[in-house]
């Protein structure tokens, strides 16, 4: 799967007072006919993409389906498969912030009424970078809730778990053959002397905690305690234990060169550039997960030069060919975004209107050396196989396949492996 | 031939195939797409020293990768 995404991100700043629109500054609102014709023009089938949570999800039940029913209308019509990124760092005003708990059901609820409404959708990310969302929201003070303290962290990063593996039962109750393609951030934290060991010990814990919880694995006997210290209560964490859907998912993880850090002795972090790379990072992901991979994110802005781009993607490539050279199950490879993005220079902190030139086209949608270099590598590679075996390919259900036989077959034999599932899952909805 | 990118595996060329006069205070980009923008701070041979209008920092650049930004394109950028 070689994708790209339209970026949708939809945090809060200022307090509340300022809603931060990717679609909206990246002119997608007013060019996705053009937008989906540039995904098409790079031979790709896959995008990731997602209709606005904040404009969608309108109230409690209550939606707004008319850019929804427009795009993804035509999605199908190109038979282009969307990975479905129902959340991107926002919640709608109504909602508040991720501190809120009524979020995970009011989201359950919005994911199933999205998959009734668009059965030949298969893939989802219901909510992007989970991590991330709650480091950036409640602890780093940076946007929807502010927050700074532990406790934020913890409500928060609960509240977004729990919204996403709700979201995924309920959209399995609709289409049982849905597969879950997690977007997160994968990181590493390096000692700079060996007082740093401790504290780079514990955040190389802490970073596996969204995921932990997600796929239902029992997090590091610190983290047990870190999360029960902040807020977690023993049933809020068992009931991610008693509610794995590893089986349906994924393992999409997200490299950018600043997802490296150093750490110094009190604790504090710095960017340290790449070191360890994609490959070895998600090594160590998949040692834990034991999942099928796939690189959902990466990009770094154009240069002075002209070909850092360029370069990088070459990189990033050569690392994921590494890892399924190595007999990891790698099933995919993301650019993203397709254009470039507005303020992500401040991590959409500040709404200064700065291009980051990170797409693959700019926001003329002119094509990038980058773009050209994406094409160019999806025609090349697009035939080999990713896994390596014929046995090991992802069993997906094109829109143009949508409801016929084979496609009915596969839904159904889906239905009874879920009935199964649940029949023997001692721990439901609890 | 050394490869010195992978440029030269895709065969991108970043050369503006024309002639322009490329002197400090220019603004440039070192592609065909309008950002980055860079202030040419200084020109010596083959290269310009610039300085990306957004972040403030500094870079070499190629000259013969060097346009000027034309000032109708700043009207439509980031639009």
Redesign the interface.
Known sequence: MFATGIENSIPRIQHGRIRVDQMESCGHYRRWREDFDLVQDLGLSYLRYGPPLHTTLIGPERYDWEFADVTFAELRRRNIIPIVDLCHFGVPDWIGDFQNPDFPEQFARYARAFAERFRWVQLYTPVNEMFICAQFSAKYGWWNEQGTTERTFVTALKHIVRANVRAMQEILEVRPDAIFVQSESSEYFHAENPAAIKPAEVMNSSRFLSLDLNYGHRVDSEMYEYLLDNGMTQDEYHFFLGNSLRHHCILGNDYYWTNEHRVAADGLTRASGEIFGYCEITRQYYARYRLPVMHTETNIAEGPSGDEAVNWLWKEWANVLRLRNDGVPTVGFTWYSLTDQIDWDVGLREQNNRVHPVGLYDLNRQIRPVGRSYKQLVSDWGAVLPTQSICLTVPIVPPSEFGEQAAQRHADDARQLRDVELATTTDQMS | MTLS???D??A?S?DREHHEDIHAGDIVA???????Q?EVVAVNGEKAW?R?V??GVD????LS?CRKVAPEAFR????
């Open positions: 990118s992978y440029s595996v895709f991108i970043h070192t592609g065909q797409n309008l950002y980055p860079y610039v990306n957004h972040s870079g070499l650049a190629l990768r439509h950028a980031a639009e």
